[in-house]
């Protein structure tokens, strides 16, 4: 089964700052890789979907890149604000499934 | 508005009874999924269904149902044989599997 992972698991940033986080999955064959915004105690907000023939996806100041071959991605956050406070998620779907597997996520700070 | 909705936001039973959570959809999507999230895990699947009248279980479906009698509705059954059924229970939609998911605002459960 795909296992997903994110590091760190927490992170504490000064506003302004870039930032990245991490996701990692074990199967490289993927059908796609979606990176999700949860605040607290509500759903989960769709950021970027990055189908498994491209390399990266931009929205706004967010950049998720994909590397199948490695098995990871990455989410980039430019120019951090106290308003990105919030656990990300990513998530794939495999080739063989239909749901999303999805990693433990990353809590993220920024302080003003 | 379109999007996804579930109802109710909090919910409370006494261990032993069953309890339904609402999920409907107005984005004319045919794929539709239940997730389960707990403190200190990914979300997990409970069930899927790709289209109406069809329905397949996830990884963790014991002591849960589903039906798929309309395109705009999912429906939960938590059953008295789940044994730890108190959680965050969210629900999603997607144009047809392997699309981008669409996330409601989840349903908190607690049984006493």
């Known amino acids: 089964k795909q296992e997903v992972t994110q590091i760190p698991a927490a992170l504490s940033v000064p506003e302004g700052e870039n930032l990245v986080l991490n996701c990692s999955f074990t199967d490289s064959a993927i059908y796609n890789l979606q990176w999700f915004r949860q605040d607290p105690g509500k759903g989960l907000t769709s950021l970027l979907l990055?189908?498994?023939?491209?390399r990266e996806q931009t929205s706004g100041r967010l950049n998720a890149s994909l590397d199948k071959s490695s098995g990871r991605s990455t989410l980039y956050i430019a120019a951090s604000q106290p308003g990105d406070s919030a656990t990300y998620l990513c998530?794939?779907?495999?080739?063989?499934?239909?749901?999303?597997?999805f990693g433990k996520g990353t809590s993220l700070l920024v302080t003003p | 508005d379109g999007g996804i909705t579930q109802s109710p936001k909090y919910l409370f039973r006494k261990e032993g009874q069953n309890v339904t959570l609402s999920c409907e959809q107005n984005l004319n999507h045919d794929a539709m999924y239940w997730y389960r999230q707990d403190p200190g895990q990914g979300l997990r699947l409970i069930y899927y269904s790709q289209i109406v009248n069809d329905f397949q279980k996830g990884d963790i479906a014991e002591g849960y149902s589903v039906s798929r009698e309309k395109k705009e509705s999912f429906p939960l059954t938590v059953t008295s044989a789940q044994k730890n059924p108190t959680a965050f229970y969210l629900c999603?939609?997607?144009?047809?599997?392997?699309?981008?998911?669409?996330f409601g605002p989840g349903t908190r459960l607690t049984v006493t």
């Open positions: 990055i189908q498994s023939s491209q």
């Open positions: 998530a794939s779907v495999p080739n063989s499934g239909y749901a999303l597997n």
């Open positions: 999603a939609s997607s144009v047809s599997v392997h699309y981008e998911q669409y």
